[in-house]
């Protein structure tokens, strides 16, 4: 990125999400939820909102968030969908807004009340014309079309049963270290293959949590970051590339588009995978690790399953993946906690699950819009 202003992240915020699910409350408003975020993550940055000119929105509408919010006045505003994908979008769109010098200081906020408003994430998932269609199958959900994307990939690949266990144990083994997760109990193996299918041949510890919380990110020039109250993490490269039908599939599992985001965030970067010290890694659903990790060069196409072993993915390990839950026990704030953990890896903030010498992240978004960063401290 030579030639633009640089660009860190400087405050992060999040609610915690294990209170919220212990204690649901059909009168939960997703704005408050994402203006106790951001008040967290502007104290984080030792900033207020006067100084804040670049806000984002997802999930809540940026009319009423801007006013909610306490940010009337930005310079630049938009507002983005609740998918799960726009988490990486919101941050490429606070990027380029620095880099280009039409905002200084971007607040990125998410709020999501989904479990107190029994949101299902299925049945209405789609306007595209043929969700009918698609419908009389069961395919009314992501889950069911990852499930369908997953029954290739074991066809193709020969994977057994039970191969997704280690992902789902390494998510909850973190999250166990994560004060603010909502599932801290441990999973073992036989549990996992006990429990029922949801869309086979995915089962219940394969899915996201539905589950309510805020998060924000608060970003701003590696210059003015350096003056502020804590290490910056600068954001090394960013790149995005859609895969895009009328269906949550993808019939090579997002390889070509994610091939051709990790050849780009790599060579800006001057990072691959053998430098990253912890991957967050949107996983809405346990197969989704999987494809990431083949799409951004971690392991041998067709052979994650094989290759993400407890001891290679776990805090500990060579790789260590989603230190703080991930999505199927921490939270499911659809790739926006990911970004926190990330950040408070690098700044040595996490605690019992702190990676041992952090200074390195990668993001990465398997999904209709592939997006990926990398991360570094300063």
């Not at 109990?185 to 539905?210: G, H, W």
Request: charged share 20%; hydrophobic share 40%; glycine share 10%.
């Amino acid at each position: 990125m030579t030639g633009l202003r640089q660009v860190a992240i400087v405050g992060v915020g999040q609610t915690d999400f294990g209170a919220l699910y212990a204690n649901k409350d059909a009168q939960r408003d997703a704005y408050a939820l994402g203006a106790e975020a951001l008040k967290l993550a502007l104290d984080d940055a030792g900033l207020c909102k006067d100084e804040v000119d670049g806000l984002l929105t997802a999930r809540i509408g940026y009319e009423h968030g801007a006013d909610v919010l306490g940010i009337p006045h930005p310079r630049v505003i938009n507002g983005l969908e609740g998918s799960g994908r726009m988490s990486g979008v919101a941050v490429q769109h606070a990027v380029a807004l620095i880099q280009s010098g039409q905002a200084d200081v971007v607040a990125c906020v998410y709020g999501n009340n989904g479990r107190s408003v029994k949101m299902t994430y299925s049945g209405a998932y789609s306007e595209a014309p043929t969700q009918g269609y698609d419908a009389m199958y069961g395919m009314t959900s992501p889950g069911a079309y990852v499930a369908m994307m997953y029954q290739r990939y074991r066809h193709e690949y020969g994977v057994p049963e039970g191969a997704l266990a280690p992902l789902a144990i390494n998510n909850r083994r973190n999250a166990a270290l994560n004060p603010v997760a909502v599932m801290r109990e441990e999973l073992t193996e036989e549990q996992y293959l006990a429990s029922r299918y949801i869309a086979e041949p995915l089962r219940l510890y394969d899915y996201c949590l539905i589950n309510d919380g805020g998060v924000a990110l608060i970003l701003t020039t590696l210059e003015r970051a350096r003056d502020l109250a804590k290490r910056p993490v600068r954001i090394a490269a960013t790149a995005a590339r859609g895969d895009l039908s009328n269906y949550y599939t993808s019939t090579d599992f997002f390889f070509s588009a994610s091939q051709d985001v990790a050849k780009r965030v790599y060579g800006m970067s001057g990072y691959g995978p053998q430098d990253m010290d912890c991957v967050q890694i949107y996983d809405n659903f346990t197969p989704t690790l999987l494809f990431s990790l083949e799409g951004f060069d971690y392991a041998p196409r067709g052979e994650a399953w094989k290759w993400a072993t407890a001891d290679r993915i776990a805090r500990t390990g060579q790789t260590p993946i989603n230190t703080a839950g991930g999505h199927t026990s921490e939270s499911y704030m659809q790739g926006w906690a990911h970004h926190v953990e990330a950040v408070r890896q690098i700044r040595g903030e996490t605690g019992e699950r702190q990676v041992a010498d952090c200074n390195i992240a990668h993001y990465i978004c398997a999904s209709p819009i592939v997006t990926s960063h990398v991360l570094v401290g300063e």
